[in-house]
């Protein structure tokens, strides 16, 4: 009795000592599991079990929507090979070594802080406005959600018309922008309107376009939300380089650097995960116990590759001054890399299983026919955002189909592993707690990872989908072989490097063409005199492009839209004869462009008598 005497004694003791540090932790579990999860989600895209939508469907989608992102301007996730495995533990350790060697001979390592404090900054900057702007985005779709139930009906935004409207009511309409209970709020014209203008100013955005000659190529959008997320980057960063460094302003570029991490790198394969874990698994375990390089330089440098948390202090410390817990981003981007891969596996389940009940019912109900061809695959939805339309339309949305939901998906390897990064990392807390000493947290992250992963596969039977599922981006084009290669290719092996060059010198290319035509145009404005030569867009030279567009609002009729309305309403106005003489010049212009010549001119009150009769009468 006396070994469980003292082992409980032990216990008491251990768990008395612990009860100050619990907020602590539950403040360094709820920062990891955030990161986590944030990053997971916002790397879901479109599995190849999916079928892509094409660009015309997802271009009206866009304009009911107010969707800003184009699939081919989406960021493409950067794959880890199996050489990567080894190449990560071997540049790590030779980075560590070298900042250790450096911190000595330095003695005050301030120099050295402000440098990489400086080089971080470009991308903190990225990082946070990219975490600020997405929040923001997030807080929009419950402030004004597109789809939302109320009285026991189902209602969507309609822009253009700014009106909602009812999905099982036909005549059921709807003048205000806001979701549920205050949609029944009476409010003034003005105040409505105002409320509309609100709801689409995040889908007023600016197109910029910029390039420079075989050096820098750019193509993105930007709106209120990019903007106040870009000041907020700055601000914060250059309150972090100049002003001081507070542990909640280090936390937020720390988690904005995990939040981007998990986004723009992943392993390709499972098994190419595991590899890299498992290497980093031995790197941990090394530098920490065997080596005095980890702690030394996670103490020494004052940089945002860490989170914060303040703690008590401790017996042996000076209690004037602020005590600190901390957590390296590498016990969260790269266990993160793995737990997103398996919610990406889940999407993919999720649209294999859809394809094959989808193929089973056209089975049964087909008689006598060969079943030979080829499976459909199943719409593809977007799994991210929503989350304001699944909180206005909790309890499901009458008249839109549960499974086409993109976000309600099953998740069963993610919360698996999320559960293993769980348990590993409580034992890491109480490890340390227990022993007084920094722990290297990849040593109970990575089992604990790994073995609800592979654990769950094997009890589902999906140890060999497990295996085989690969992430490699591949083309339409391109083969089962060039996949498999790019699968086992280092993101530092020289052939990867010259064909994402060459990818981008065939991107900027077209783009070009693109911009040379855009500003080959003639401007509107009949009263230009100046004469302007179409360029050739095969011999096009410039060292720079740059342009910026903004779209007119949903509810705003483009000019050039003006004809066509009018024909179609009744008892329109007739275009006045000024009208009618600009779009007989544009209707010339057209032509001689056609035929090559791009000399423009000043319409004459002679074009309406030397117009032909018949092309005068088929226009009024």
Known sequence: MAPVAGLLGRFIHELTLLQPLIPTYLHVLISALFSIYTGAHASLSIPSSAEKPSKTTKQSEDEDEGECEEEEDQQKMEGLSPVDAIMFPLLAGC?????????????????????????????????????????????????????????????RIDRKRRQAESLSKPT????????????????????????????????????????????????????PQGFSGLIFAIVAVLYFNLVDKPWWLTNILGLSFSYSALQLMSPTTF??????????????????????????????????????????????????????AMLGLGDIVLPGMMIGLALRFDLYLFYLRKQARRALAE????????????????????????????????????????????????????????????????????????????????????????STLWGMAFIKGDTALMWEYNEAAEDDSEDKASKNSKSIESIF?????????????????????????????????PENDAKVDK???????????FSISLPYAPHQNHPSQVEVSTKKSKGAIRPSLEDELRMASQDDLGSQNASGTAVHRRPSAGDEQAEPTGKRQRRE
Do not use: C
């Open 95 to 155: 980075t560590l070594a070298g900042l250790y060697f450096l911190i000595k001979w330095l003695e005050d390592p301030a120099l050295l802080n402000k440098i990489l404090n400086w080089y971080f900054s470009i991308f903190g900057i990225l990082s946070v406005a990219r975490l600020f702007t997405d929040s923001m985005a997030v807080v929009t779709t419950y402030v004004f959600p597109i789809t939302y139930t109320s009285g026991g009906d189902t209602w």
């Open 172 to 223: 059921g309409k709807r003048d205000t922008p806001l979701p549920g209970v205050f949609s029944k709020l009476k409010l003034s014209p003005q105040i409505t309107e105002t409320l509309w203008t609100l709801r689409e100013l995040p889908a007023r955005q600016l197109h910029v376009r910029a390039y420079v000659h075989k050096l820098a190529e750019a193509r993105f959008r930007i709106g």
């Open 271 to 324: 098994w190419t995960g595991t590899m890299i874990l498992s290497s980093l698994f031995v790197y941990d375990i090394y530098f920490v116990f065997f080596t005095p390089l980890m702690v030394t330089v996670a103490k020494s440098l004052d940089i945002p590759i860490k989170l914060l948390f303040p703690r008590p202090p401790g017996p042996s410390e000076d209690p004037s001054k602020q005590s600190l």
């Open 363 to 450: 089975r049964e109900s087909t008689e006598n026919q060969d079943q030979s061809g080829e499976l459909v695959k199943a719409k593809w939805q977007p799994a991210t955002g929503g989350w304001g339309e699944r909180f206005w339309a909790s309890g499901g949305v009458s008249g839109i189909d549960a499974e086409d939901q993109g976000g309600n998906f099953p998740k069963t390897y993610f919360h698996a592993s999320i559960v293993g990064y769980l348990l590993g990392m409580v034992t890491t807390l109480g490890i340390m707690q227990v022993y007084g000493h920094a722990q290297p947290a990849l040593l109970y992250l990575v089992p604990g990872v790994l």
């Open 493 to 525: 092996s020289p052939s990867r490097q010259e064909r994402i060059v060459k990818k981008f010198e065939e991107k900027a290319k077209g783009r070009i063409e693109v911009l040379d035509a855009a500003t080959s145009q003639q401007p509107e404005d």
């Open 535 to 545: 360029p050739s867009t095969k011999t096009r030279k410039d060292l720079v492009i």
